[in-house]
């Protein structure tokens, strides 16, 4: 088992591969894609062609904020000019073109497919990114939110030669993908999905919680939720 600091550093400064559009539409053959009317795709230059499609097919379009500090930025497809999708899907472009969902939306119209970048992948499909764990954590607070579907399934993108020969070291909060994409066709395919994650608030720094907003107004109504259960039940506030 290798460790995910090691994994990470071995393709850290690894190119991103030209062949990123052959992966993209290998994305667009799987059956959660096509039947997908919302889909999650992470915000890196790599997975820019997935969600330039996503938008042309028809798709509503959730990408994560910078560090999920203001949750999910939602892109409605149609809507933009097409001479202006490269920027629109970018970081820069999502205030402008996209507006930030509101936890109590989210569960409206539940996310079908979510696709991430990767450093590395192991056979067992669980994986390394940039190290912040923040695609993690975003599969849980959609599932927390009830704004996953299901049968949502979640697939990574890379290169080949990312594909480990051991299995990374792996924690509770760790997502297994469903399968990776690389142009070369679709590996390690899982089946399962995701609805049933749960965030491990006990894992979380407060900062942490404080500094995501949709995180911390979660914990809140968890909070009001329980105090209102506590005082319904007649019990002293110190048991709650």
């Known amino acids: 088992m290798i460790a995910k600091e090691e994994a990470r550093a071995a393709f850290l400064e690894a190119p991103m591969g030209e062949a990123a559009g052959k992966s993209a539409e290998l994305v667009r053959?799987?059956?959660?894609?096509?039947?997908a009317k919302r889909i999650f795709v992470g915000p890196t230059a790599r997975l820019q062609q997935i969600r330039i499609n996503a938008l042309n097919d028809g798709k509503e379009l959730l990408v994560p904020a910078p560090g999920l500090k203001e949750g999910f930025y939602l892109l409605a497809p149609y809507e933009i000019p097409f001479k202006h999708l490269s920027y629109a899907v970018?970081?820069?472009?999502?205030?402008?073109?996209?507006?930030?969902?509101?936890?109590?939306?989210?569960?409206?119209?539940?996310?079908?497919?979510?696709?991430?970048?990767?450093?590395?992948?192991?056979?067992?499909?669980?994986?390394?990114?940039?190290?912040?764990?923040?695609?993690?954590?975003?599969?849980?607070?959609?599932?927390?939110?009830?704004?996953?579907?299901?049968?949502?399934?979640?697939?990574?993108?890379?290169?080949?030669?990312?594909?480990?020969?051991?299995?990374?070291?792996r924690a509770a909060w760790d997502i297994r993908l469903n399968g990776f994409i690389t142009p070369e066709g679709i590996a390690l395919r899982n089946p399962g999905g995701h609805a049933?994650?749960?965030?491990?608030?006990?894992?979380?720094?407060?900062?942490?919680?404080?500094?995501?907003?949709?995180?911390?107004?979660?914990?809140?109504?968890?909070?009001?939720?329980?105090?209102?259960?506590?005082?319904?039940?007649?019990?002293?506030?110190?048991?709650?």
């Open 29 to 35: 053959r799987l059956e959660r894609y096509r039947e």
């Open 90 to 169: 970018g970081y820069k472009g999502l205030a402008q073109y996209g507006r930030r969902v509101a936890v109590e939306e989210l569960c409206r119209q539940p996310v079908g497919l979510l696709v991430t970048d990767c450093l590395a992948v192991d056979p067992a499909g669980y994986f390394v990114g940039e190290g912040k764990g923040f695609f993690d954590l975003a599969v849980a607070l959609l599932a927390e939110l009830h704004g996953l579907t299901p049968e949502a399934e979640a697939y990574g993108l890379g290169e080949q030669e990312q594909i480990l020969a051991q299995e990374i070291e």
């Open 196 to 240: 049933d994650r749960r965030i491990f608030w006990d894992l979380l720094a407060p900062r942490m919680i404080r500094k995501i907003t949709p995180l911390w107004k979660l914990s809140m109504q968890i909070k009001d939720a329980l105090s209102a259960a506590t005082e319904k039940a007649g019990l002293p506030a110190a048991l709650s």
